[in-house]
C-alpha cells in the first residue's frame, strides 16, 4: 500500500508519498476524496504552522508536534484553499483528530498498523502488535485502539486497564481470525480500576477453525461500566466458535450485535454482577439439540434489562439456572423473542438456587419442539417451563406463546408466578389431538392466571387439550377474566382439592365456575318457596319476647317445588333455669334450587322468625 502524506500548503493541500512522487499545491486534493482516503485506512496526515509549504515526512511530523512545532489547525486554515468545496467538516475534523493523536502527550487513538500489524502479517505478529497498541492505550489513561479495514488474524487478547476500546470500521470492514482453539480469545478484567467505560465496536469477531472450548470474549473481575456495540461473532454455516460473551459484570451494555454461536455453547452467559443493559441484538444456534446449546444463560445476576432481542435454533432459547447459594432477581425482559429453539424457549430451573423478581413483558415464546423449519419434533417442546423448588416470583404480561411442540407453558413447584393477558394458542403441534394443553399448572402455590386468551383463534390449529389444566397439588390459586374457549377437550380440567382458590368470570365451561362478589342483603318472608337465581345464602334467626315461649325455624332446600329436604335448623326455649331468647340458621343454595324457612312454635307461643336471602354475583 502507498502511503501518502497530506499537508496543508499556502496554496492548499498536498501530498508527498513513500515513492518520492509530490503532488501539487492545489488541486490534487477535495474535501471528498480526503474523506474517503480516510476511511480507507490508506493515508497519513499532517500539517504543520510553521513549516508552511515544506513537504514533511511521518516522523518529522511526530517529532515536530511532540515538541510543539506544529500549530493546531483552525477552520480559517481551511477556506477556499480546498478547491472551493465548503462541506469539507467531516474530513477536517478527521484530519485534525488524527494530528492531535500523533502528540504522545494527548494521543488517544492507537492504530494497530503503527504498532506493526497487518491484514497479511502471521497471528503471531499482528498478536504482538494488537497488544502492543492496548498496552499503550492503558498506559496513556486509556483510549481507542483502531484496526482498519480488512481480516487480521491473531490468537489472544488480554485488556487489564480501563478506557480501552476495540475500533473496527464496521462489521464488514474489519474481521478479526482468531487461530486459538480452546481459550478465552479477548479477555477483559479490571486493573486498577472499577470502571472500564471501554468496550468493542464496529467490527466482526470469528475463528479460522473449530475451537472447543472457552469464550469470544470474557468480561470478569466484576468490570463496571462497558460498551459493545455493532459487533459480529461468528458467520451462519462456519466454524464452531466455542462460547459467545461472558459476563461478570455490572453497568455494562451490548447492543445492535448479532452473535452466531454453534454447537453445544452460550451465546450469552451472565454469572454475577447486575445493572447490565442488553439490546437489539440476534442470537443464533444451528440446530445441534445439545443440551448445552443457549441463546441467553443467566447463572447468577441481581438485575438486568433485555429489550428487542431475539433467540433462535438452540436447545433453550433463554435458560435461568442459579446454582446452590446463587441468587438470579430482578431480571426484566420486553419484547424478547425466543423461537424456533429445539426445546423450550424460555426454562426457568434452579440448581439449588434462588429465582425471585423475575418480569417477562410483551415476549414470544413460539415453534418450541415443533418439528418445522429445521427444528426437532418433540411432545416435550416448550414455550415456557418452570421447574424446582427456588421459584418465588415470576410475572408474565401479555406473552404470545404460540405453536409449540408440546403445552404453551408448564410451571411446576413454583410459588407466585402470575400469567397477566397474552396469548396461548396453536400449542400441543406434536399431538394435535390434544395430549397438550395452552397452560399447565402442577403443585404450585400462590399463582394467578388472569385476562388471557388460551384456545384456537383465526389462522391457528385447534390442538390445545384444555386451555388451562390444574394439577392436583395446586393451591391458593386465581383464575379470572381469561377465555378459554375452543379447545380440543374443553376450557379449564381443575383437578385440584383446595378450597382456597376463585375461579370466576372466564368463558369455557369446562368447570362449574364460581363467583364470589356479594349482593346485598334482601328481606323474606318464612313459609314463602324461593327459586334461587344465583348462587347466595339464606340466613334465618328466631327470637322469643317471653320467658317460655318455644318455637323454631327449619330450612328445606332441593329441586322440588316446594322443596321437603330439611338441611338446617334452629330453635329457642327454656331449658332448665337458661332463658335462650334467640337462635338462627345459615345454609348456602346453589342457583336454580328451591328454598323456604318452615317455622314452628308450641300452642301459639309467638316466636318471631326473620328471614334474609344474600346473592353471589
Given amino acids: 500500500m502507498t502511503e501518502r502524506l497530506y499537508y496543508i500548503g499556502d496554496s492548499g493541500p498536498f ?11 492545489g488541486g490534487t486534493l477535495s ?14 496526515i499532517g500539517v504543520s504552522g510553521v513549516n508552511a ?52 502527550s494527548d494521543k488517544y487513538v492507537f492504530d494497530v498498523e503503527d504498532y506493526g500489524a497487518g491484514t497479511g502479517a502471521s497471528a503471531a505478529t499482528n498478536t504482538t502488535a494488537f497488544q502492543n497498541a492496548i498496552n499503550a492505550a492503558e498506559a496513556a489513561g486509556g483510549g481507542i485502539v483502531l484496526f482498519g479495514r480488512g481480516s487480521y488474524q491473531f490468537t489472544t487478547l488480554t485488556i487489564d486497564d480501563p478506557g480501552v476500546m476495540l475500533q473496527g470500521q464496521g462489521r464488514a470492514g474489519t474481521k478479526l481470525l482468531t487461530t486459538d482453539t480452546t481459550n478465552n480469545v479477548i479477555t477483559i478484567s479490571r486493573g486498577s480500576a472499577v470502571y472500564s467505560h471501554g468496550g468493542i465496536r464496529d467490527l466482526t469477531l470469528y475463528s479460522t477453525g473449530n475451537r472447543t472450548a472457552g469464550y469470544i470474549i470474557h468480561i470478569t473481575a466484576n468490570m463496571s461500566g462497558g460498551l459493545i456495540d455493532n459487533l459480529q461473532i461468528g458467520l451462519h454455516g462456519g466454524y464452531d466458535l466455542g462460547h459467545g460473551i461472558y459476563f461478570n459484570t455490572t453497568l455494562w451494555t451490548l447492543t445492535n450485535s448479532s452473535l452466531e454461536i454453534p454447537g453445544p455453547f452460550k451465546a450469552i452467559h451472565l454469572d454475577g454482577g447486575n445493572d447490565n ?88 415464546f413460539a415453534s418450541n419442539g415443533a418439528g418445522v423449519g429445521g427444528v426437532v419434533a418433540t411432545i416435550n417442546g416448550r414455550g415456557i417451563g418452570l421447574s424446582n423448588a427456588g421459584i418465588d416470583g415470576v410475572y408474565f404480561v401479555n406473552p404470545r406463546v404460540v405453536n409449540n411442540g408440546g403445552h404453551g407453558i408448564e410451571v411446576s413447584n413454583a410459588v407466585d408466578v402470575q400469567i397477566n393477558g397474552g396469548l396461548f394458542t396453536g400449542n400441543s403441534q406434536q399431538s394435535p389431538s390434544g395430549t397438550a394443553h395452552g397452560i399447565v399448572m402442577n403443585d404450585n402455590d400462590e399463582w394467578q392466571v388472569n385476562g388471557v386468551r388460551s384456545g384456537q383463534v383465526a389462522g391457528r390449529d385447534n390442538s390445545q387439550g384444555y386451555g388451562l389444566y390444574i394439577g392436583a397439588g395446586c393451591d391458593d390459586f386465581i383464575v379470572t377474566g381469561s377465555n378459554f374457549l375452543t379447545n380440543v377437550t374443553g376450557g379449564i380440567s381443575d383437578n385440584s382439592t383446595t378450597t382456597t382458590k376463585i375461579i370466576a368470570k372466564n368463558f369455557g365451561n369446562t368447570v362449574q365456575e364460581r363467583s364470589y362478589q356479594f349482593g346485598v342483603w334482601e328481606s323474606k318472608n318464612p313459609g314463602t318457596v324461593y327459586l334461587a337465581p344465583t348462587d347466595g345464602f339464606v340466613h334465618a334467626y328466631v327470637t322469643a319476647p317471653n320467658p317460655g315461649d318455644r318455637g323454631g325455624a327449619q330450612l328445606m332446600i ?15 326455649n327454656d331449658v332448665g333455669t337458661v332463658y335462650i331468647e334467640w337462635a338462627s340458621l345459615f345454609g348456602a343454595v346453589m342457583a336454580g334450587e328451591y328454598w323456604r324457612i318452615t317455622e314452628s312454635d308450641d300452642a301459639g307461643a309467638g316466636v318471631d322468625v326473620t328471614v334474609y336471602w344474600r346473592p353471589l354475583y
Avoid at 474535501?31 to 497519513?44: P, R, V
Avoid at 447468577?300 to 447459594?325: K, L, M, Q, T
Avoid at 332441593?558 to 329457642?572: I, L, Y
Fill in 277 to 364: 443493559y442488553f439490546s437489539k441484538l440476534w442470537l443464533r444456534g444451528d440446530h445441534s439439540n445439545d443440551s448445552g446449546a443457549t441463546g441467553i444463560y443467566i447463572q447468577e445476576n441481581g438485575g438486568s434489562w433485555f429489550s428487542d432481542i431475539e433467540a433462535v435454533e438452540f436447545y433453550y432459547g433463554i435458560r435461568i439456572r442459579p446454582n446452590a447459594g446463587e441468587d438470579v432477581a430482578w431480571i426484566n425482559m420486553h419484547n424478547v423473542l425466543a423461537d424456533s429453539n429445539d426445546l423450550k424457549g424460555l426454562q426457568i430451573d434452579p440448581n439449588s438456587g434462588n429465582v425471585y423478581g423475575l418480569n417477562f413483558n410483551s415476549c414470544w
Fill in 53 to 104: 509549504g515544506h513537504l514533511m515526512r511521518r516522523d518529522d511530523i511526530e517529532s515536530g508536534i511532540a515538541a510543539g512545532a506544529a500549530a493546531s489547525v483552525s477552520d480559517a486554515a481551511y477556506g477556499a484553499g480546498w478547491n472551493g468545496v465548503t462541506t469539507v467538516a467531516p474530513s477536517k475534523n478527521a484530519v485534525y483528530d488524527k494530528i492531535n493523536s500523533l502528540s504522545s
Fill in 15 to 25: 501530498y508527498y508519498d513513500d515513492s518520492g512522487t509530490a503532488g501539487a499545491e
Fill in 558 to 572: 332441593d329441586g322440588s317445588n316446594p322443596p321437603t329436604t330439611p338441611r338446617a335448623r334452629c330453635s329457642v
Fill in 31 to 44: 474535501g471528498e476524496n480526503l474523506q474517503a482516503l480516510l476511511a480507507e485506512g490508506s493515508i497519513k
